[in-house]
């Protein structure tokens, strides 16, 4: 395997939303790859504008170049300006360097995973929020929701997760991106990563199979109420702190979202190192996002008038940080999770 090959090897270990890995890899040369990078906004709700697979590709970037460094390599990315927002092109070309310092994230790079059940509810040290801080750099502000906001927002994920369960639109992702019967999943979120106990879990491999199930489920049987008491409720609770990741200046551009999400890669790193576990919640910002450019996302009215009221309660507990928070999540000390995403193999990813 060559140098680059190495590499890309631990890179394609970054996160992205639905474990979709939105990007493809094309060696030109021994010092010269090109990411190819897409997204998935045509039939992904949570994908706004593609923002969320940028933040992937961010997190690939800079997953790449904590691997180079680790070989004593410089990686440089650049984006290609004429390649088109929704199938962005990046050269990355890397340089020997003699004085490159050690890189310690390189440690954490396969260990970092999502846990998505609960977590201790010890409250962060300082020592590990200046950390986290740090990772983000100056452009960034880490905010904490901690405390009694830690119960707050557990609320206000439990009404955000009623969208996500009743909005046709999100049922079809769902559909699609769980690997059902499953503890590892190359392409998919496994079921048993997602964070149901054994019985809801099965219970709703057979419901989600059929939208009109879902549906009576729903209406008939309180068919919200256990999942999202046992995906955001307890979670929303269980952990040390909810957090932003608040840019100073608002992101706006495809390359103001690469480079966020670069920083929620550093700051996710980062907290691996500490053995502090981390779960995305994007649903609040990316609901609250379609509300900001009062884009209906489902044919249903009332979810709308839901969004609409969630966006507001939004609005209430973080302020103006709506708009320019890029990523927001849990994190606290726990157990590691016994199930979890794969990847697909480099040999997949590898296109001439
Ligand atoms: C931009 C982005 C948004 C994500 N949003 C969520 C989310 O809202 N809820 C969640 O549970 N996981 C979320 N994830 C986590 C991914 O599902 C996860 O990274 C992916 O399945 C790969 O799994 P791994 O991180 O355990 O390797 C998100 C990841 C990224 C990069």
Redesign the pocket.
């Known amino acids: 395997m060559s140098a680059i090959e190495r590499i890309l090897e631990r890179a394609r ?7 979709s890995q939105p990007w493809r890899f094309e060696v030109v040369a021994d010092d010269h790859v090109v990411v190819h990078g897409h997204d998935t906004r045509d039939w992904c709700i ?1 994908d706004i504008d593609g923002r ?2 940028q ?2 590709h961010g ?1 690939l970037l800079e997953t790449l170049a904590i691997a180079a460094r680790d070989q004593g390599l410089v990686a440089t990315a650049t984006r290609r300006p004429d390649s088109p927002d929704a199938r962005p092109q990046f050269d990355v070309r890397f340089a020997r360097a003699d004085a490159i310092q050690a890189e310690p994230l390189a440690a954490a790079i396969e260990r ?3 846990q ?1 059940r609960p977590l201790r509810r010890r409250a962060l040290q300082p020592a590990e929020k200046a950390a986290l801080q740090a990772a983000v750099g100056d452009g960034y502000e880490v905010r904490w929701l901690e405390g009694a906001n830690r119960a707050t927002m557990a609320l206000l994920l439990f009404h955000y997760a009623k969208l996500r369960l009743i909005a046709p639109e999100a049922y079809a992702v769902h559909r699609d991106v769980i690997a059902w019967n499953s503890r590892f999943s190359e392409t998919k ?1 496994p079921d048993a ?3 149901l106990d054994p019985l809801t879990t099965r219970l709703m491999a057979w419901v989600m199979q059929r939208w009109s199930r879902v549906e009576f489920f729903n209406r008939y049987l309180a068919g919200t109420v256990a999942p999202r008491v046992q995906l955001d409720l307890v979670p929303g609770l269980a952990c040390a702190a909810h957090f932003l990741i608040v840019a100073k200046d608002e992101a706006t551009t495809i390359d103001d979202y690469v480079a966020a ?1 670069r920083a ?1 890669q550093r700051l996710w790193l980062t907290a691996t190192m500490f053995d502090l576990w981390v ?5 609040p910002l ?1 609901f609250a996002a379609y509300v900001r450019r009062d884009r209906p996302f489902s044919r249903k009215p009332e979810i709308w008038s839901r969004a609409r009221k969630l966006a507001g309660r939004l609005h209430q507990i973080i302020g103006d940080d709506a708009r320019r928070a890029v ?1 927001m ?1 849990r994190i606290g000390a726990g157990s590691a ?1 016994r199930a ?4 697909r193999p480099l040999a997949e990813l590898l296109v001439r």
């Open positions: 270990w970054a996160p992205s939303g639905d474990n949570y969320p697979s933040l992937a997190a970092r995973t999502v998505r979120v990563a997602v964070g999400g929620m779960q995305p919640e994007m649903t990316i990523f999540g999770p979890r995403s794969l990847r």
